[in-house]
Protein backbone atom coordinates (compact mmCIF):
# COMPACT_ATOMS: atom_id res chain seq x y z
CA UNK A 1 0.00 0.00 0.00
CA UNK A 2 1.72 3.46 -1.38
CA UNK A 3 0.58 6.14 0.98
CA UNK A 4 1.14 10.26 -0.18
CA UNK A 5 1.27 13.06 2.31
CA UNK A 6 -1.79 15.06 2.91
CA UNK A 7 -1.89 18.20 5.87
CA UNK A 8 -4.73 18.32 7.38
CA UNK A 9 -5.80 22.07 6.16
CA UNK A 10 -9.05 21.73 4.59
CA UNK A 11 -10.65 23.98 1.38
CA UNK A 12 -13.93 25.00 1.80
CA UNK A 13 -14.36 27.35 -1.21
CA UNK A 14 -16.48 26.83 -4.12
CA UNK A 15 -14.18 25.91 -7.31
CA UNK A 16 -11.29 25.67 -4.92
CA UNK A 17 -8.82 23.44 -6.54
CA UNK A 18 -6.34 21.84 -4.36
CA UNK A 19 -2.63 20.74 -5.48
CA UNK A 20 -1.51 17.07 -5.55
CA UNK A 21 0.68 17.83 -2.18
CA UNK A 22 -2.54 18.28 -0.25
CA UNK A 23 -3.78 14.85 -0.84
CA UNK A 24 -4.09 11.44 0.31
CA UNK A 25 -4.80 8.19 -1.60
CA UNK A 26 -4.67 4.62 -0.15
CA UNK A 27 -3.57 2.34 -3.12
CA UNK A 28 -3.59 -1.24 -3.49
CA UNK A 29 -2.33 -3.41 -5.81
CA UNK A 30 -3.55 -6.62 -7.56
CA UNK A 31 -3.68 -8.60 -3.94
CA UNK A 32 -4.86 -6.12 -1.41
CA UNK A 33 -5.36 -5.91 2.03
CA UNK A 34 -8.72 -5.50 2.85
CA UNK A 35 -10.00 -1.73 2.68
CA UNK A 36 -12.09 -0.57 5.55
CA UNK A 37 -15.98 0.67 3.89
CA UNK A 38 -17.33 3.58 4.69
CA UNK A 39 -20.63 2.38 6.23
CA UNK A 40 -22.41 5.83 5.42
CA UNK A 41 -22.01 4.77 1.93
CA UNK A 42 -23.41 1.53 2.26
CA UNK A 43 -27.43 0.79 2.86
CA UNK A 44 -27.57 -2.05 0.47
CA UNK A 45 -30.68 -4.37 1.75
CA UNK A 46 -33.31 -4.24 4.09
CA UNK A 47 -36.08 -6.66 5.64
CA UNK A 48 -38.63 -7.98 3.70
CA UNK A 49 -42.11 -9.03 4.97
CA UNK A 50 -43.94 -12.15 4.87
CA UNK A 51 -45.60 -11.58 2.00
CA UNK A 52 -42.53 -10.62 -0.30
CA UNK A 53 -40.45 -13.78 0.52
CA UNK A 54 -43.27 -16.21 0.06
CA UNK A 55 -43.72 -14.32 -3.13
CA UNK A 56 -40.02 -15.43 -4.26
CA UNK A 57 -39.50 -18.53 -2.80
CA UNK A 58 -43.07 -19.33 -4.63
CA UNK A 59 -41.83 -17.66 -7.91
CA UNK A 60 -38.29 -19.82 -7.50
CA UNK A 61 -40.14 -23.00 -6.92
CA UNK A 62 -42.71 -22.30 -10.61
CA UNK A 63 -39.91 -21.02 -12.51
CA UNK A 64 -41.00 -17.83 -12.61
CA UNK A 65 -37.55 -16.49 -11.63
CA UNK A 66 -34.18 -17.74 -11.46
CA UNK A 67 -33.23 -19.08 -8.11
CA UNK A 68 -30.79 -17.35 -5.35
CA UNK A 69 -27.59 -16.64 -7.68
CA UNK A 70 -28.86 -18.94 -10.45
CA UNK A 71 -27.72 -17.33 -13.80
CA UNK A 72 -29.69 -17.32 -16.41
CA UNK A 73 -29.53 -15.88 -20.09
CA UNK A 74 -30.88 -16.44 -23.74
CA UNK A 75 -28.94 -18.33 -26.43
CA UNK A 76 -27.00 -15.51 -28.38
CA UNK A 77 -25.62 -14.10 -24.82
CA UNK A 78 -22.16 -15.82 -23.68
CA UNK A 79 -20.83 -15.37 -20.14
CA UNK A 80 -17.16 -14.88 -20.18
CA UNK A 81 -16.05 -14.33 -17.06
CA UNK A 82 -16.79 -12.79 -13.20
CA UNK A 83 -14.16 -11.14 -11.39
CA UNK A 84 -15.36 -10.43 -7.89
CA UNK A 85 -14.50 -7.74 -5.82
CA UNK A 86 -11.13 -6.99 -4.22
CA UNK A 87 -10.76 -4.41 -1.68
CA UNK A 88 -13.26 -2.32 -2.64
CA UNK A 89 -16.37 -3.83 -1.29
CA UNK A 90 -19.03 -1.45 -1.15
CA UNK A 91 -20.99 -0.95 -3.88
CA UNK A 92 -20.04 -0.67 -7.73
CA UNK A 93 -20.50 1.55 -9.59
CA UNK A 94 -20.09 3.18 -12.80
CA UNK A 95 -16.95 2.18 -15.37
CA UNK A 96 -15.27 3.97 -18.21
CA UNK A 97 -12.84 2.68 -20.91
CA UNK A 98 -9.59 3.87 -22.71
CA UNK A 99 -7.16 0.82 -25.13
CA UNK A 100 -7.12 -2.13 -23.12
CA UNK A 101 -8.54 -0.59 -19.50
CA UNK A 102 -11.28 -0.55 -17.95
CA UNK A 103 -11.82 1.59 -15.12
CA UNK A 104 -14.61 0.57 -12.20
CA UNK A 105 -16.41 2.81 -9.90
CA UNK A 106 -17.17 1.70 -6.12
CA UNK A 107 -18.17 3.87 -3.21
CA UNK A 108 -15.45 2.93 -1.93
CA UNK A 109 -12.46 4.40 -4.66
CA UNK A 110 -12.34 2.48 -7.90
CA UNK A 111 -10.32 -0.21 -9.60
CA UNK A 112 -8.20 -0.42 -12.64
CA UNK A 113 -8.42 -3.36 -14.82
CA UNK A 114 -6.28 -4.90 -17.86
CA UNK A 115 -8.72 -6.25 -20.24
CA UNK A 116 -6.20 -6.74 -22.94
CA UNK A 117 -7.90 -10.42 -22.74
CA UNK A 118 -11.96 -10.45 -21.79
CA UNK A 119 -11.72 -13.26 -21.37
CA UNK A 120 -9.44 -12.48 -18.39
CA UNK A 121 -9.25 -9.51 -17.16
CA UNK A 122 -6.57 -8.40 -14.31
CA UNK A 123 -6.87 -5.93 -11.64
CA UNK A 124 -4.07 -3.51 -11.85
CA UNK A 125 -4.62 -1.60 -8.70
CA UNK A 126 -7.36 -0.73 -6.52
CA UNK A 127 -7.81 3.22 -5.17
CA UNK A 128 -9.48 3.50 -1.93
CA UNK A 129 -10.92 6.90 -1.32
CA UNK A 130 -14.54 6.59 -0.01
CA UNK A 131 -17.29 9.71 -1.22
CA UNK A 132 -19.80 7.60 -2.98
CA UNK A 133 -21.10 7.11 -5.20
CA UNK A 134 -17.57 7.69 -7.24
CA UNK A 135 -19.31 8.45 -10.90
CA UNK A 136 -16.20 7.84 -13.06
CA UNK A 137 -14.72 8.97 -16.10
CA UNK A 138 -11.12 9.30 -17.64
CA UNK A 139 -9.44 11.25 -20.73
CA UNK A 140 -6.30 11.07 -21.92
CA UNK A 141 -4.14 10.90 -18.34
CA UNK A 142 -6.96 12.35 -16.18
CA UNK A 143 -9.76 10.57 -14.27
CA UNK A 144 -12.22 12.50 -13.03
CA UNK A 145 -14.54 11.21 -9.61
CA UNK A 146 -17.56 12.42 -8.09
CA UNK A 147 -18.22 12.89 -4.75
CA UNK A 148 -21.81 13.30 -3.37
CA UNK A 149 -21.89 12.71 0.41
CA UNK A 150 -20.95 15.58 2.98
CA UNK A 151 -17.56 14.21 3.83
CA UNK A 152 -15.09 15.80 6.53
CA UNK A 153 -12.73 17.35 4.00
CA UNK A 154 -11.63 16.33 0.27
CA UNK A 155 -8.88 13.96 0.92
CA UNK A 156 -9.63 9.91 0.34
CA UNK A 157 -9.35 9.95 3.88
CA UNK A 158 -12.43 11.93 5.01
CA UNK A 159 -15.09 10.59 6.94
CA UNK A 160 -18.70 10.59 6.01
CA UNK A 161 -20.46 13.38 8.02
CA UNK A 162 -24.07 15.19 8.51
CA UNK A 163 -25.16 17.29 5.92
CA UNK A 164 -26.16 19.92 8.07
CA UNK A 165 -22.37 20.95 9.07
CA UNK A 166 -21.69 23.94 6.84
CA UNK A 167 -17.75 22.68 7.03
CA UNK A 168 -18.63 19.43 4.73
CA UNK A 169 -17.09 19.20 1.42
CA UNK A 170 -18.70 17.55 -1.79
CA UNK A 171 -17.38 17.88 -5.27
CA UNK A 172 -14.86 16.38 -8.04
CA UNK A 173 -11.40 14.66 -7.54
CA UNK A 174 -8.92 14.48 -10.00
CA UNK A 175 -6.28 11.77 -10.86
CA UNK A 176 -3.51 11.43 -12.87
CA UNK A 177 -3.93 7.89 -14.64
CA UNK A 178 -0.49 8.21 -16.56
CA UNK A 179 0.79 4.76 -14.07
CA UNK A 180 -1.94 3.04 -14.16
CA UNK A 181 -0.52 0.94 -10.89
CA UNK A 182 0.35 4.29 -9.10
CA UNK A 183 -3.04 6.77 -10.07
CA UNK A 184 -1.78 9.98 -8.11
CA UNK A 185 -4.39 12.62 -6.66
CA UNK A 186 -4.19 15.84 -8.07
CA UNK A 187 -6.69 17.98 -7.37
CA UNK A 188 -10.67 18.38 -5.89
CA UNK A 189 -12.95 21.26 -7.20
CA UNK A 190 -15.49 21.58 -4.22
CA UNK A 191 -18.97 22.20 -6.85
CA UNK A 192 -22.39 23.37 -5.51
CA UNK A 193 -24.39 20.27 -3.64
CA UNK A 194 -21.22 18.00 -4.70
CA UNK A 195 -21.15 16.25 -7.88
CA UNK A 196 -23.69 12.82 -7.73
CA UNK A 197 -22.41 12.32 -11.41
CA UNK A 198 -20.01 14.16 -13.80
CA UNK A 199 -19.90 14.03 -17.78
CA UNK A 200 -16.98 15.57 -19.96
CA UNK A 201 -16.41 17.45 -23.00
CA UNK A 202 -13.10 16.97 -24.08
CA UNK A 203 -10.91 19.30 -26.24
CA UNK A 204 -7.10 19.50 -27.15
CA UNK A 205 -6.25 21.68 -24.04
CA UNK A 206 -8.86 21.40 -21.53
CA UNK A 207 -11.37 19.01 -20.11
CA UNK A 208 -14.72 20.42 -19.16
CA UNK A 209 -16.86 18.27 -16.43
CA UNK A 210 -20.21 18.63 -15.94
CA UNK A 211 -20.96 17.99 -12.91
CA UNK A 212 -24.83 17.03 -11.97
CA UNK A 213 -25.87 17.20 -8.67
CA UNK A 214 -29.21 17.76 -7.20
CA UNK A 215 -30.82 18.04 -3.67
CA UNK A 216 -33.96 18.49 -2.24
CA UNK A 217 -33.88 20.24 0.70
CA UNK A 218 -35.76 17.32 2.79
CA UNK A 219 -32.83 15.26 2.04
CA UNK A 220 -29.69 17.19 1.74
CA UNK A 221 -29.99 20.42 4.30
CA UNK A 222 -27.20 21.79 2.85
CA UNK A 223 -28.43 22.10 -0.66
CA UNK A 224 -30.70 24.97 -0.65
CA UNK A 225 -33.19 25.55 -3.45
CA UNK A 226 -33.33 27.34 -6.28
CA UNK A 227 -30.71 24.60 -7.29
CA UNK A 228 -31.49 24.97 -11.18
CA UNK A 229 -27.99 24.65 -13.23
CA UNK A 230 -25.24 22.44 -13.22
CA UNK A 231 -21.77 23.17 -12.29
CA UNK A 232 -18.83 23.60 -14.94
CA UNK A 233 -15.47 22.43 -14.06
CA UNK A 234 -12.43 23.50 -16.25
CA UNK A 235 -9.42 21.20 -16.10
CA UNK A 236 -6.39 22.17 -17.93
CA UNK A 237 -4.75 18.98 -19.41
CA UNK A 238 -0.91 20.58 -19.01
CA UNK A 239 -2.07 21.82 -15.00
CA UNK A 240 -4.68 19.56 -13.68
CA UNK A 241 -4.25 20.99 -10.48
CA UNK A 242 -5.25 24.47 -11.69
CA UNK A 243 -8.87 22.91 -12.04
CA UNK A 244 -11.79 25.16 -11.09
CA UNK A 245 -15.65 25.89 -11.46
CA UNK A 246 -15.84 28.64 -13.84
CA UNK A 247 -19.38 29.01 -14.49
CA UNK A 248 -23.29 27.87 -13.04
CA UNK A 249 -25.75 27.68 -16.22
CA UNK A 250 -29.10 27.93 -15.39
CA UNK A 251 -31.03 25.37 -17.00
CA UNK A 252 -34.51 25.73 -15.56
CA UNK A 253 -35.68 29.29 -15.12
CA UNK A 254 -38.85 28.73 -14.06
CA UNK A 255 -37.60 26.40 -11.77
CA UNK A 256 -38.13 23.21 -13.69
CA UNK A 257 -41.07 20.72 -12.68
CA UNK A 258 -42.63 22.06 -9.39
CA UNK A 259 -44.15 18.53 -8.53
CA UNK A 260 -47.55 17.55 -8.24
CA UNK A 261 -49.10 16.72 -4.74
CA UNK A 262 -51.74 14.76 -6.44
CA UNK A 263 -48.77 12.24 -8.28
CA UNK A 264 -46.00 12.24 -5.38
CA UNK A 265 -43.83 9.61 -7.01
CA UNK A 266 -43.16 12.21 -9.67
CA UNK A 267 -40.03 14.19 -8.37
CA UNK A 268 -39.45 17.68 -8.19
CA UNK A 269 -36.72 18.80 -10.37
CA UNK A 270 -33.95 20.42 -8.17
CA UNK A 271 -30.77 19.90 -10.35
CA UNK A 272 -29.65 17.08 -13.21
CA UNK A 273 -29.01 13.47 -11.87
CA UNK A 274 -27.04 13.21 -15.47
CA UNK A 275 -25.72 14.40 -18.65
CA UNK A 276 -24.94 12.28 -22.14
CA UNK A 277 -23.04 14.92 -24.50
CA UNK A 278 -22.73 13.89 -28.09
CA UNK A 279 -19.45 16.33 -29.44
CA UNK A 280 -19.66 15.49 -32.70
CA UNK A 281 -23.32 16.85 -33.48
CA UNK A 282 -22.58 19.61 -30.28
CA UNK A 283 -25.58 17.93 -28.69
CA UNK A 284 -26.34 16.72 -24.89
CA UNK A 285 -29.68 15.50 -22.90
CA UNK A 286 -30.29 16.10 -19.78
CA UNK A 287 -31.52 13.86 -17.50
CA UNK A 288 -33.61 16.32 -14.71
CA UNK A 289 -35.60 14.56 -11.91
CA UNK A 290 -38.67 15.75 -13.36
CA UNK A 291 -37.53 17.43 -16.74
CA UNK A 292 -35.52 15.53 -19.77
CA UNK A 293 -33.69 18.36 -21.79
CA UNK A 294 -32.14 19.01 -24.75
CA UNK A 295 -29.49 21.43 -24.93
CA UNK A 296 -26.81 22.51 -27.39
CA UNK A 297 -23.07 22.31 -26.55
CA UNK A 298 -21.51 24.64 -29.55
CA UNK A 299 -19.68 26.57 -26.71
CA UNK A 300 -19.34 23.98 -24.41
CA UNK A 301 -18.54 26.87 -21.41
CA UNK A 302 -22.14 27.90 -22.31
CA UNK A 303 -24.35 25.39 -22.75
CA UNK A 304 -28.07 26.65 -24.53
CA UNK A 305 -31.58 24.63 -23.50
CA UNK A 306 -33.34 23.69 -26.79
CA UNK A 307 -35.82 21.83 -26.01
CA UNK A 308 -37.68 20.38 -22.41
CA UNK A 309 -40.04 17.55 -21.91
CA UNK A 310 -41.87 16.06 -18.81
CA UNK A 311 -43.85 13.25 -17.72
CA UNK A 312 -45.88 13.40 -15.02
CA UNK A 313 -48.21 10.00 -15.68
CA UNK A 314 -45.81 7.70 -15.74
CA UNK A 315 -41.63 8.90 -15.36
CA UNK A 316 -40.92 9.31 -11.53
CA UNK A 317 -37.22 10.23 -12.03
CA UNK A 318 -35.63 10.81 -15.13
CA UNK A 319 -31.68 9.67 -14.58
CA UNK A 320 -30.35 9.24 -17.87
CA UNK A 321 -30.01 9.31 -21.55
CA UNK A 322 -28.43 8.02 -24.76
CA UNK A 323 -28.53 9.53 -28.23
CA UNK A 324 -28.65 7.10 -31.24
CA UNK A 325 -26.21 7.54 -33.75
CA UNK A 326 -28.23 9.65 -36.00
CA UNK A 327 -28.45 12.01 -33.11
CA UNK A 328 -32.32 11.59 -34.41
CA UNK A 329 -33.64 9.83 -30.89
CA UNK A 330 -33.10 9.85 -27.32
CA UNK A 331 -33.81 7.32 -25.21
CA UNK A 332 -34.42 8.42 -21.01
CA UNK A 333 -34.61 6.08 -18.24
CA UNK A 334 -36.89 6.21 -15.49
CA UNK A 335 -35.29 5.40 -12.27
CA UNK A 336 -38.64 4.86 -10.17
CA UNK A 337 -37.98 3.99 -6.64
CA UNK A 338 -34.65 5.60 -5.92
CA UNK A 339 -32.36 2.44 -6.85
CA UNK A 340 -33.83 1.11 -4.01
CA UNK A 341 -36.94 -0.71 -4.50
CA UNK A 342 -38.73 -3.62 -6.78
CA UNK A 343 -40.26 -1.88 -9.86
CA UNK A 344 -39.83 -4.85 -12.43
CA UNK A 345 -43.34 -6.56 -10.64
CA UNK A 346 -46.00 -7.32 -12.93
CA UNK A 347 -48.10 -4.63 -9.95
CA UNK A 348 -46.15 -1.87 -11.32
CA UNK A 349 -46.52 -2.53 -15.40
CA UNK A 350 -44.58 -2.18 -18.50
CA UNK A 351 -44.39 1.94 -18.26
CA UNK A 352 -43.77 3.15 -14.68
CA UNK A 353 -39.95 2.73 -14.27
CA UNK A 354 -39.41 2.25 -18.42
CA UNK A 355 -37.40 3.40 -20.78
CA UNK A 356 -38.96 6.47 -22.57
CA UNK A 357 -37.82 7.03 -26.90
CA UNK A 358 -37.91 10.40 -27.73
CA UNK A 359 -37.51 11.35 -31.82
CA UNK A 360 -36.31 14.69 -32.40
CA UNK A 361 -37.65 16.26 -35.31
CA UNK A 362 -36.89 19.35 -36.95
CA UNK A 363 -33.58 21.44 -36.87
CA UNK A 364 -30.94 23.73 -34.88
CA UNK A 365 -32.40 25.26 -32.01
CA UNK A 366 -35.86 24.50 -33.05
CA UNK A 367 -35.80 21.15 -32.51
CA UNK A 368 -38.44 19.14 -30.58
CA UNK A 369 -38.27 15.99 -28.41
CA UNK A 370 -41.72 13.84 -29.37
CA UNK A 371 -42.36 10.76 -27.12
CA UNK A 372 -42.82 8.09 -29.63
CA UNK A 373 -43.02 4.50 -27.01
CA UNK A 374 -42.02 3.04 -23.57
CA UNK A 375 -39.47 0.46 -22.93
CA UNK A 376 -39.18 -2.36 -19.81
CA UNK A 377 -37.84 -5.60 -19.80
CA UNK A 378 -41.13 -7.86 -19.66
CA UNK A 379 -39.34 -10.43 -17.12
CA UNK A 380 -40.95 -10.10 -14.09
CA UNK A 381 -38.99 -9.82 -11.11
CA UNK A 382 -39.36 -10.97 -7.25
CA UNK A 383 -40.46 -8.46 -4.86
CA UNK A 384 -37.34 -8.80 -3.13
CA UNK A 385 -35.17 -7.64 -6.46
CA UNK A 386 -34.06 -4.67 -6.08
CA UNK A 387 -34.75 -3.79 -10.20
CA UNK A 388 -34.32 -0.39 -12.04
CA UNK A 389 -34.03 1.21 -15.62
CA UNK A 390 -30.32 2.00 -15.80
CA UNK A 391 -27.13 2.89 -17.28
CA UNK A 392 -26.12 1.38 -20.80
CA UNK A 393 -24.57 2.07 -24.46
CA UNK A 394 -25.19 1.96 -27.82
CA UNK A 395 -23.61 -1.30 -29.38
CA UNK A 396 -22.87 0.56 -32.78
CA UNK A 397 -24.44 -1.15 -36.12
CA UNK A 398 -25.15 0.77 -39.42
CA UNK A 399 -28.68 1.51 -40.33
CA UNK A 400 -29.85 -0.10 -36.68
CA UNK A 401 -30.98 1.25 -33.32
CA UNK A 402 -29.37 -1.23 -30.72
CA UNK A 403 -28.42 -0.81 -26.91
CA UNK A 404 -27.22 -2.77 -23.91
CA UNK A 405 -28.63 -1.31 -20.95
CA UNK A 406 -28.34 -2.28 -16.74
CA UNK A 407 -31.31 -3.14 -14.54
CA UNK A 408 -29.94 -3.81 -11.60
CA UNK A 409 -31.53 -7.59 -10.46
CA UNK A 410 -33.08 -7.76 -13.60
CA UNK A 411 -30.00 -7.76 -14.82
CA UNK A 412 -28.79 -6.64 -18.56
CA UNK A 413 -30.90 -6.49 -21.69
CA UNK A 414 -30.13 -6.17 -25.25
CA UNK A 415 -32.26 -4.31 -27.19
CA UNK A 416 -33.85 -3.03 -30.33
CA UNK A 417 -34.84 0.96 -30.69
CA UNK A 418 -34.63 0.92 -34.65
CA UNK A 419 -38.58 1.39 -34.38
CA UNK A 420 -38.59 4.28 -31.65
CA UNK A 421 -42.30 2.95 -31.53
CA UNK A 422 -41.97 -0.82 -31.34
CA UNK A 423 -38.75 -1.61 -29.11
CA UNK A 424 -37.89 -4.93 -28.36
CA UNK A 425 -35.85 -6.88 -26.10
CA UNK A 426 -33.56 -9.68 -28.48
CA UNK A 427 -30.73 -10.63 -25.66
CA UNK A 428 -30.61 -10.88 -21.81
CA UNK A 429 -28.52 -11.99 -18.78
CA UNK A 430 -29.58 -12.15 -15.45
CA UNK A 431 -28.99 -13.71 -11.93
CA UNK A 432 -31.93 -14.73 -9.47
CA UNK A 433 -32.13 -13.00 -6.15
CA UNK A 434 -29.25 -12.60 -3.67
CA UNK A 435 -31.73 -13.16 -0.87
CA UNK A 436 -35.57 -14.44 -0.51
CA UNK A 437 -35.58 -13.12 3.06
CA UNK A 438 -33.83 -9.31 2.66
CA UNK A 439 -34.43 -6.82 -0.11
CA UNK A 440 -30.94 -6.02 -1.83
CA UNK A 441 -29.46 -3.54 -4.13
CA UNK A 442 -27.62 -5.66 -6.80
CA UNK A 443 -27.33 -6.52 -9.85
CA UNK A 444 -25.75 -4.47 -13.17
CA UNK A 445 -25.27 -1.16 -12.38
CA UNK A 446 -23.57 -0.25 -15.60
CA UNK A 447 -23.77 -2.34 -18.83
CA UNK A 448 -21.43 -0.52 -21.48
CA UNK A 449 -20.44 -2.33 -25.24
CA UNK A 450 -16.64 -1.76 -25.78
CA UNK A 451 -14.96 -3.40 -28.51
CA UNK A 452 -16.78 -6.72 -29.23
CA UNK A 453 -17.65 -7.33 -25.47
CA UNK A 454 -20.04 -6.33 -22.61
CA UNK A 455 -18.24 -5.09 -19.66
CA UNK A 456 -20.96 -5.56 -17.04
CA UNK A 457 -20.31 -3.78 -13.03
CA UNK A 458 -22.31 -5.73 -10.58
CA UNK A 459 -23.21 -4.05 -7.48
CA UNK A 460 -22.62 -6.48 -5.18
CA UNK A 461 -20.75 -9.63 -7.47
CA UNK A 462 -17.75 -7.74 -9.30
CA UNK A 463 -17.15 -7.50 -13.09
CA UNK A 464 -19.16 -9.35 -15.57
CA UNK A 465 -17.66 -9.80 -18.74
CA UNK A 466 -20.10 -11.00 -21.61
CA UNK A 467 -19.96 -11.67 -25.56
CA UNK A 468 -23.60 -11.20 -27.61
CA UNK A 469 -23.31 -13.61 -30.66
CA UNK A 470 -26.01 -12.53 -33.01
CA UNK A 471 -26.04 -11.58 -36.56
CA UNK A 472 -28.05 -8.19 -35.62
CA UNK A 473 -24.95 -6.91 -33.54
CA UNK A 474 -21.76 -8.89 -35.06
CA UNK A 475 -21.04 -5.96 -37.19
CA UNK A 476 -20.91 -3.33 -34.13
CA UNK A 477 -17.35 -6.22 -33.67
CA UNK A 478 -15.32 -4.52 -36.34
CA UNK A 479 -15.67 -1.06 -34.54
CA UNK A 480 -12.67 -0.16 -32.02
CA UNK A 481 -12.40 2.94 -29.70
CA UNK A 482 -9.64 4.53 -27.99
CA UNK A 483 -11.62 5.63 -25.48
CA UNK A 484 -15.50 5.32 -24.27
CA UNK A 485 -17.18 7.35 -21.50
CA UNK A 486 -20.61 6.10 -22.07
CA UNK A 487 -22.00 9.70 -21.21
CA UNK A 488 -19.36 11.02 -23.80
CA UNK A 489 -20.76 9.08 -26.64
CA UNK A 490 -18.25 9.33 -29.90
CA UNK A 491 -19.19 9.44 -33.96
CA UNK A 492 -19.15 5.67 -34.53
CA UNK A 493 -19.33 6.25 -38.25
CA UNK A 494 -19.52 8.83 -40.65
CA UNK A 495 -23.27 10.04 -40.19
CA UNK A 496 -23.31 11.47 -44.00
CA UNK A 497 -22.24 7.94 -44.99
CA UNK A 498 -25.02 6.49 -42.42
CA UNK A 499 -27.70 8.67 -43.80
CA UNK A 500 -29.06 6.15 -46.32
CA UNK A 501 -28.95 3.26 -44.70
CA UNK A 502 -32.20 1.60 -44.31
CA UNK A 503 -33.65 1.23 -40.84
CA UNK A 504 -35.72 -2.10 -41.18
CA UNK A 505 -37.43 -3.55 -38.10
CA UNK A 506 -36.44 -6.85 -39.66
CA UNK A 507 -34.89 -9.37 -37.23
Avoid at 31 to 53: L, R, Y
Avoid at 90 to 109: C, E, K, P, R
Avoid at 346 to 351: A, C, D, Q, T
Wanted: with cysteine; aromatic share 8%; proline share 7%.
Amino acid sequence: MTLLHTPRKRRRHLGVAVAAAGMFAALFTAAPAAATPDPGEKVTSKPVTSGQEAQARSAIASGRIPGVDEIVKSPNIEHLVNVPKGALKSLNTDISFQGTYAYAGNFDGFTIYDISNPRAPKTVSEVLCSGGQNDISVSGDLLILSTDSSRTDSSCQSQSQSATIKESWEGIKIFDISDKRNPKYVAAVETACGSHTNTIVPDRDNVYVYVSSYGPQAVFPDCQPPHDGISIVKVPRKAPEQAKVIDFPILFPDGGYPGDPANPVASKTSGCHDITVLPSEDLAAGACMGDGILFSIKDPERPKVIDRVQDSVNFAFWHSATFNQKANKIVFTDELGGGGSATCNEKVGPNRGANGIYDIVGKGDKRKLVFRSYFKIDRHQADVEVCVAHNGSLIPVKGRDLMVQAWYQGGLSVWDFTNSAKPKEIGFFERGPVSTSRVTTAGPWSSYYYNGFVYSNDIAKGLDVLKINDRRTDPAKRVKLDELNAQTQPDYFDRDDDDDDDEGDDD
